[in-house]
Structures are given as structure tokens and as C-alpha cells.
């Protein structure tokens, strides 16, 4: 499978299952560094885990089709590490506007697209692997440790997002 095409069609629905599993799976298996990957809450944060893990699990799986795990990981660095920070964003943006967590999860859905379809493009460079472990270590710290900003706030958590009153 050489064309990029059918490695996407093959590597999106892949990646929106495991996303799907990780959405089930946060209940069950909450505790525990593996509870550390899935998404603890409704916040933008802990949502952005979507277009992180999924889309590297992914390609790691799939690597054999694309010249190998290192140097497909190596290209996907930049678009992961961009599409989960732009979850991570534009869904506080999202979640401050409206509480539907619907339009995070389509946001979730256009930012895994976009970041499957770079990910056979980009190329690789190690300033972006290093972001990209940084990330994954910061997703770790801050699921045990969230800090009381937005994008790290449940949104139906009205008490921690109003002003605190001196």
C-alpha cells in the first residue's frame, strides 16, 4: 500500500476508533498511568488527548507501510504535536462559547483528518520529536496535576471557572 490515499483511508477510521476505545475506556480504567492517557474529563485539555494518542498509536501500527516506525513517527511529530495543541485551544475556545462537547468532538474528527493527511508530508526534523515527547510527558504531569487554567477545566465546573472574591 505505496499511495498515500489508501494509508489515510486506512489510518482515519483506525484512528477514530482508538479514539472511540480511549472515550470508553476513561471510566473503567481511570487510575494508573494508562488512566494518564485517556481523557479524565470533559475539559479541552484532557479531550486533546484524542488527537495525540490515537494518532500515534496509529502510526506506529501502520508504520511498515510508510518507510518504517522511526522515520513515519519522525514525519508525524509536527502535525501531531500541532493538532493537539489546536484541540487543546480551540476547544477552551469551544467549551467557553458553548457547553456542547459536540463541537469538540468534530473538532476532534477535522484535526485527526488534518493531521493523518500531514503526517504523509511533513517532513521530519528532531526539534519537533523533542516537542512531540515534551507534550507526552506534559499530558502525564498534568492529568495527575492539572493546573486551575482554562483549557485544564471540566467544563461544567462553574465554581472553578468564577472569579474568586476577596
Known amino acids: 500500500m505505496k499511495e498515500p490515499f489508501s494509508r489515510f483511508a486506512l489510518r482515519f477510521p483506525l484512528t477514530l476508533g482508538l479514539g472511540a476505545v480511549m472515550l470508553l475506556l476513561h471510566d473503567s480504567l481511570a487510575s494508573g498511568l494508562f488512566g494518564a492517557l485517556l481523557p479524565r474529563n ?8 484524542l488527537a495525540f494518542f490515537p494518532p500515534l498509536l496509529c502510526l506506529a501500527l501502520t508504520s511498515r507501510q510508510s518507510g518504517g516506525p522511526g522515520a513515519t513517527l519522525r514525519r508525524a511529530a509536527a502535525p501531531v504535536v500541532l493538532g493537539a495543541l489546536m484541540m487543546a485551544g ?7 462559547l458553548t457547553a456542547e462537547t459536540a463541537a469538540i468532538m468534530l473538532l476532534w474528527i477535522v484535526l ?7 503526517a504523509e508530508r511533513w517532513q521530519g ?3 519537533w520529536t523533542v516537542l ?23 467544563p461544567g465546573d462553574v465554581a472553578a471557572m468564577a472569579p474568586i472574591a476577596w
Do not use: C, H
Not at 91 to 96: D, E, F, H, I, R
Not at 112 to 118: E, H, I, M, V
Not at 139 to 151: G, K
Open 42 to 49: 470533559a475539559s479541552a485539555w484532557e479531550l486533546s488527548k
Open 90 to 96: 480551540f476547544g477552551t475556545l469551544a467549551v467557553s
Open 132 to 154: 512531540l515527547l515534551a507534550l507526552g510527558a506534559a499530558y502525564l504531569l498534568f492529568s495527575f496535576r492539572p493546573p486551575m487554567l482554562p483549557p485544564f477545566l471540566e
Open 125 to 127: 526534523s528532531p526539534v
Open 112 to 118: 485527526a483528518a488534518l493531521t493523518l493527511a500531514l
